[in-house]
């Protein structure tokens, strides 16, 4: 059975702490994404990665970067987070078609607290 | 730049009812997704449209992609309590980028 998964469902951060969020899938995908999920916005894509070490920025990385070492394994770094970051953190991947649209897999994600 | 808009926002009815639900853009996609997600859960994806006109069905949900290739819709057949949940369209922007749209939260009540 196709699974992502992510290191917490949870978490609650101070303002400037740095904050890391790990997503491990057991699929060999290729591409790995960080979204944020915020009501009324939908989801942004932060980064994505489509091989080891590979990494594009998304619509909204401020404040954030990425770390993609492994292939299986894509992690997410708030630098010094802030309230403003305080969001549902969705990890996905997908393997390559070649079609514009792959089945993305997601994990559960994380809410995070930012106080 | 490109957005998917949805409507509507919410949506309340009751078990055995009808509704559909709308994705719209201003931008021409090559082929639209379909995903629902449940509370406390990540999207899954229900469906994959490629064809401009085409319709697709799912037991009781059919999708349908617009001619031009800008506008979906999901239309869901007597409602079931199981089919809550926040539903959300995606399209292809550019290479390994997806646009979702803002979601569609739907609430079957028995």
């Known amino acids: 059975d196709v699974k992502v998964t992510q290191s917490s469902r949870y978490l609650v951060k101070r303002t400037g702490e740095k904050v890391f969020l790990e997503c491990v899938q057991d699929m060999d995908h290729e591409n790995m994404f960080w979204y944020r999920q915020d009501p009324g916005l939908g989801l942004r894509l932060i980064y994505f990665s489509y091989d080891v070490k590979m990494k594009e920025k998304g619509d909204i990385p401020e404040g954030y970067s990425v770390s993609r070492e492994k292939k299986e394994r894509f992690s997410l770094i708030l630098e010094s987070a802030s309230t403003n970051q305080t969001s549902m953190y969705l990890c996905a991947s997908s393997s390559y078609t070649g079609q514009d649209l792959e089945t993305q897999y997601f994990g559960p994600g994380t809410r995070l607290l930012v106080l | ?110």
């Open chain 2, 1 to 110: 730049t490109q957005l998917l808009e949805q409507s509507p926002q919410f949506l309340s009815i009751q078990e055995g009812e009808n509704l559909t639900v709308y994705c719209n853009s201003s931008s021409v996609f090559s082929s639209l997704q379909w995903y629902r997600q449940e509370p406390g859960e990540g999207p899954v994806l229900l469906v994959t449209v490629v064809t401009g006109g085409e319709v697709k069905k799912l037991k009781r949900l059919t999708f349908q992609f617009g001619d031009a290739r800008k506008d979906s819709s999901l239309h869901i057949t007597a409602a079931q309590p199981g089919d809550t949940g926040l539903y959300l369209c995606a399209g292809a922007s550019g290479t390994y980028k997806y646009i979702f749209g803002t979601g569609t939260r739907l609430k079957v009540l028995a």
